[in-house]
């Protein structure tokens, strides 16, 4: 199917349901291309006919085994959930590519879409089968992932029922934690590196927003956190025993009111 035909019918249906439906509200604004899928590896990452393998932008999903003693939590739901959605569109996708097109794993980052214009990240994070995740400079659609996750969370869906992901307490997470996490924690310490702004968490987790990413927060003074209670979500990788976490977009690490 020619791409612009693709698209003004993708777009035609979101136009018509954009008013009722909300998993319309991060229609697209173009299609780069439209593909064929072959295999789905989890709920954020598939593998087209053509052998390209595709991480999806804007959502973070429990991931599968691979090399690992066993699935995460509620891999297997997201996998499905992913799967559905996709045999739902004859495994046919539109694909936007973000700003940046790949990760340093090769992959192809891209937002895709259902043959009838539905934005599948946001699908998905409505489900509550993933948390929204803003890494720039592809920041696209942010402001409507994170609105998909808020209604998942107060509806206590997928992963939020059982705070797969988090959110959890700073001084409650485990000092071999590795991987995608949510923690909240009060602000303890700021300091400043030659490279970075180092938030402190209690219970050492560090917060770490180099100063090449300072664009993305024009407007942060982040000396009013101190003592604040905040949310942060990302990585977390542990360097000389402490648990560290790279913050990149304002959307990863906001106050907790």
Same mark, same amino acid.
């Given at each position: ?29 173009? %299609? *780069? ?6 295999? +789905?590896?989890? $709920? ?6 053509? #052998? @390209?393998? &595709? ?30 959605? %996709? *045999? ?6 539109? +694909?936007?590519? $973000? ?6 794993? #090769? @992959?192809? &980052? ?148």
């Amino acid at each position: 199917m020619l791409k612009a035909v693709w698209l003004e019918r993708a777009l035609i249906t979101s136009a018509l349901l954009l008013l009722w439906s909300p998993a319309f509200a991060c229609a697209p604004d173009q %299609i *780069d291309e439209t593909a064929d899928v072959a295999w +789905i590896y989890d $709920g954020d990452t598939l593998r087209l006919k053509d #052998g @390209r393998k &595709l991480r999806l932008i804007g959502i973070n999903a429990p991931e599968m085994a691979q090399g690992k003693e066993k699935d995460e939590p509620s891999a297997q739901a997201a996998t499905q959930a992913l799967i559905h959605i %996709i *045999d739902a569109s004859e495994r046919e996708i539109g +694909i936007r590519y $973000g700003e940046e097109r790949h990760d340093r794993y #090769g @992959r192809l &980052l891209a937002h895709i879409y259902s043959d009838q214009g539905k934005n599948i990240a946001a699908q998905m994070i409505r489900q509550g089968y993933g948390a929204a995740i803003t890494v720039p400079p592809n920041s696209r659609n942010a402001n409507c992932y994170f609105q998909a996750e808020q209604e998942a969370r107060t509806r206590g869906l997928g992963i939020w029922k059982d705070l797969i992901l988090g959110p959890i307490e700073s001084t409650e997470l485990p000092r071999d934690s590795e991987g995608f996490h949510i923690v909240t924690g009060k602000v303890v310490r700021i300091g400043n590196s030659r490279r970075a702004t180092w938030i402190n968490l209690s219970g050492d987790v560090a917060l770490r927003v180099d100063h090449a990413d300072k664009v993305y927060f024009p407007e942060q003074d982040f000396a009013i956190l101190q003592g604040k209670h905040i949310e942060a979500r990302g990585w977390i990788y542990i360097h000389k025993g402490q648990l560290r976490m790279r913050i990149r977009h304002p959307r990863s690490m906001v106050l907790i009111e």
